[in-house]
C-alpha cells in the first residue's frame, strides 16, 4: 500500500521530485522537473477506465442503450476517426491554444516556445522557455484542457451523442498530467514564477 500512495503521489524515486518550491530574488520560484518519466501516464489510464463505464452508465441511463453506438452520421462517421481526432485535439490543438495565450501575454513568447521529445522517456513535451507566472500558466492550461477536452464531454451529454463524449476521453488522456500539474500548483500563489527543467 505505501508503495502504491508513493506511486501516486507524484514523487520521484530518485533525488528530486516534480514539482519543487523556492525563494529567489524575485520571490517565490516553483521549478517543475520533466527529466523523470511521465508517472501520471497510470493515472490517466486507471483514470480513464473508471471515468469511461460511468459516462456510458449515465448516458445509457439519460439516452438509452442504442444511443452507446459509436457511429455518428453528425459528427464522426466511423469510430476511428473519433481516436484520430481526439489525438489532433489533445496534442495538437492544446499545445496551439497554450501557445496562443502566452503570445497574448508576451507578444515576444514565439521565440520562448518549444517542443522537446525526452529521448529517455520517450515523451514529448510543450514548453514556455524562460520564466512565467503561475497564473498565466493555468489560464493557458485551464483554458486549452477546456476547449480539447472537458467542454466537448459535456456537449456530448447536452446534444446526446456518445462519439462526443468519447472524444471528450479520449483527448483528456492526451493532457491528463498536465491538468494534475496544474492542480498540485494551486497551493502556490499566481504571481510565483515558473521554471522548467528538461532534458533536450
Known sequence: MKAFKKYFSGQSSGKGTL?????????????????????????????????????????????????LNVTSENYFTKGKYVIFFSVLCGILL?????????????PR???????????????????????VRIIHFRIANILAHCVCGYIPLLLGFIIGDISICYFGLLS??????????VWRLRHYSGQALCRYKADR
Open 109 to 131: 513568447s514565439y521565440r520562448k516556445l518549444s517542443v522537446i521529445y525526452n529521448k529517455r522517456y520517450h515523451t514529448i513535451r510543450f514548453f514556455y522557455k524562460g520564466d
Open 172 to 181: 483528456i488522456m492526451f493532457f491528463f498530467d498536465e491538468t494534475s500539474i
Open 19 to 67: 514539482i519543487s518550491y523556492g525563494r529567489g530574488p524575485e520571490g517565490e520560484e516553483v521549478m517543475i522537473d520533466f527529466t523523470e518519466p511521465k508517472r501520471i501516464n497510470l493515472k490517466a489510464i486507471v483514470a480513464f477506465i473508471i471515468i469511461l463505464p460511468v459516462t456510458m452508465w449515465l448516458f445509457s441511463a439519460i439516452y438509452g442503450t442504442d444511443s
Open 94 to 106: 492544446n499545445w496551439l491554444i497554450q501557445a496562443v495565450v502566452y503570445i497574448i501575454v508576451n
